[in-house]
């Protein structure tokens, strides 16, 4: 039997929040050298200088990454650190409703997507995901960004099917950015053998106190599990950098906009 524990968090590392941006991404690094975590799942790693400055602290504690390059940085924003070795592969969602606006053009660039990672030697594979930004808060069928949001799921449902087909053990995590409360979360929850260790608990994963989140906070981000009950059981669940944190000179705050989900499996097969 293994244990093996992950932490899925959006480091918000937008290119429009370049400020504290060294200061919060040391903050991440020192948190998760200090931790148990095995694996980690980031998202809005958007450029290569995002990359370095997670690579040149967490290295030597992970020795072990999975991306993919693209013009900017990694694919999708997309890296996943671990302990562990492993081997990662990107594949790309087909966008073909995005709203034709300016901010939504940003959307195209990014490249949404999936990076799976195939953990050696064990039974267990990690998929990191960062679905289309919803940028008017609405998710509702009457959204413009329904139709983009739906197609996703339907994607990123066939990755999950192709990654676990074998009958291994599938912990999928990520920014969805899907409201916990709409038509589009019970599309993504409908597939089957999924386990969601947080079902029962209504905690936003966005702090309120940032002003794109200010007026409205919800749960976007999550962890899922996909196979055979009996090849794994769920030990731990808790959620991450929920407080402020020590940032440089004597300042505190939050390391990022949105909260860290944290699960520890045990592979009994």
Same mark, same amino acid.
């Given at each position: 039997?293994?244990? +093996?524990?992950?932490?899925?968090?959006?480091?918000?590392?937008? =290119?429009?929040?370049?400020?504290?941006?060294?200061?919060?991404?040391?903050?991440?690094?020192?948190?998760?050298?200090?931790?148990?975590?095995? +694996?980690?799942?980031?998202?809005?790693?958007?450029?290569?200088? *995002?990359?370095?400055?997670?690579?040149?602290?967490?290295?030597?504690?992970?020795?072990?990454?999975?991306?993919?390059? %693209?013009? !900017? $940085?990694?694919? $999708?924003?997309?890296?996943?650190?671990?302990?562990?070795?492993?081997?990662?592969?990107?594949?790309?969602?087909?966008?073909?409703? &995005?709203?034709? @606006?300016?901010?939504?053009?940003?959307?195209?660039?990014?490249?949404?997507?999936?990076?799976? @990672?195939? +953990?050696?030697? !064990?039974?267990?594979?990690?998929?990191?995901?960062?679905?289309?930004?919803?940028?008017?808060?609405?998710?509702?069928?009457?959204?413009?960004?329904?139709?983009?949001?739906? %197609?996703?799921?339907?994607?990123?449902?066939?990755?999950?099917?192709?990654?676990?087909?074998?009958?291994? =053990?599938?912990?999928?995590? $990520?920014?969805?950015?899907?409201?916990?409360?709409?038509?589009? #979360?019970?599309?993504?929850?409908? #597939?089957? %053998?999924?386990?969601?260790?947080?079902?029962?608990?209504?905690?936003? @994963?966005? *702090?309120?106190?940032?002003?794109?989140?200010?007026?409205? @906070?919800?749960? +976007?981000?999550?962890?899922?599990?996909?196979?055979?009950?009996?090849? #794994? %059981?769920?030990?731990?669940?808790?959620?991450?950098?929920?407080?402020?944190?020590?940032?440089?000179?004597?300042?505190? $705050?939050?390391?990022?906009?949105?909260?860290?989900?944290?699960?520890? &499996?045990?592979?009994?097969?």
């Amino acid at each position: 039997m293994q244990r +093996v524990s992950v932490t899925t968090l959006n480091t918000f590392g937008g =290119v429009i929040n370049p400020s504290g941006l060294n200061s919060r991404y040391a903050a991440i690094a020192r948190y998760f050298i200090k931790s148990e975590v095995d +694996v980690i799942n980031f998202q809005e790693v958007f450029t290569y200088y *995002h990359l370095h400055l997670l690579l040149k602290s967490l290295k030597k504690r992970y020795p072990y990454h999975a991306f993919q390059n %693209s013009y !900017l $940085g990694p694919k $999708g924003g997309l890296v996943t650190f671990s302990k562990l070795p492993c081997k990662g592969r990107y594949i790309s969602y087909k966008r073909n409703f &995005i709203p034709t @606006t300016i901010k939504s053009s940003i959307e195209l660039l990014t490249q949404r997507g999936a990076l799976v @990672t195939k +953990v050696k030697n !064990l039974n267990f594979t990690i998929l990191n995901t960062h679905m289309t930004a919803v940028l008017n808060g609405d998710w509702s069928r009457k959204s413009k960004y329904y139709n983009e949001l739906s %197609s996703e799921i339907k994607q990123f449902h066939k990755i999950v099917e192709n990654a676990h087909k074998n009958g291994n =053990v599938l912990l999928a995590s $990520g920014d969805f950015n899907i409201a916990k409360a709409s038509q589009l #979360y019970k599309e993504l929850i409908s #597939y089957h %053998s999924l386990v969601y260790p947080f079902k029962n608990s209504g905690v936003p @994963t966005k *702090h309120s106190s940032f002003p794109q989140t200010a007026l409205k @906070t919800n749960c +976007v981000d999550y962890i899922f599990v996909f196979s055979n009950a009996k090849l #794994y %059981s769920i030990e731990k669940k808790k959620y991450v950098f929920t407080r402020k944190m020590a940032l440089e000179h004597n300042k505190t $705050g939050y390391v990022s906009d949105h909260i860290g989900l944290y699960v520890q &499996i045990k592979l009994t097969a």
